[in-house]
């Protein structure tokens, strides 16, 4: 089985600047369509596995109670209205993202260490990793550039101005602009470089 890992999802910015965190997001499983038997098999030996939401029917509509999440296209889609029922050729696995990070790693972890010992080179996954933001660092980060550019101009979203504090929250007003302000989380205000 040929294993790949992507982290297009990742802010290696924020991440570096300890804002978020890499978390484990979902796992992609693909073969030939003539093939389907193979991850329908495989499917087989995760769900006795995991709690998989959609692909076990004993888990309730609109519960939080699994471990993955399972999503494939119909078949009727697939092949033109000639067939119906699940086209296993291509299946998502997504961890469930009410769960901790530790309990989504312990999952991923796991799911990784069956496909890795699974031997069938129809098969190919791909592992897809995401960042998850910090509130507590971002207030932080966002206090110490708000101290860093209160009254000062600074640059957001590529448009010179000031960033200044009202009613509570973090404004940034445009030079020369008196009509528009721009209401910003703590999490954009970290993206906001003194100019």
């Not at 030996?45 to 509509?61: E, G, M, N």
């Not at 119909?74 to 901790?100: A, H, P, Q, W």
């Amino acid at each position: 089985m040929k294993i790949n890992t992507y982290d297009g999802y990742v802010n290696q910015e924020r991440v570096g600047r300890k804002l978020a965190v890499v978390v484990p997001n979902k796992c992609a499983i693909h073969c030939k369509r003539p093939d389907a038997a193979a991850n329908v098999a495989l499917m087989g030996k995760l769900a006795r596995t995991f709690r998989v939401y959609q692909y076990d029917k004993s888990i309730p509509k609109y519960s939080n109670e699994y471990d993955l999440f399972f999503w494939c296209n119909d078949l009727y889609f697939t092949t033109g209205g000639k067939e119906t029922g699940r086209d296993m050729s291509y299946i998502t696995l997504t961890v469930n993202d009410k769960d901790s990070i530790e309990r989504r790693f312990e999952v991923f972890n796991q799911l990784r260490a069956i496909l890795d010992g699974y031997s069938d080179d129809r098969i190919s996954a791909t592992f897809d990793y995401t960042s998850k933001s910090i509130p507590d660092a971002e207030e932080a980060e966002a206090k110490r550039i708000f101290a860093e550019c209160d009254g000062k101009k600074c640059v957001y979203a590529g448009m010179v101005g000031r960033l200044t504090l009202d009613e509570g929250g973090y404004v940034f007003k445009k030079l020369r602009v008196r009509k528009y302000i721009y209401r910003l989380t703590a999490s954009a205000v970290c993206g906001i470089v003194a100019a």
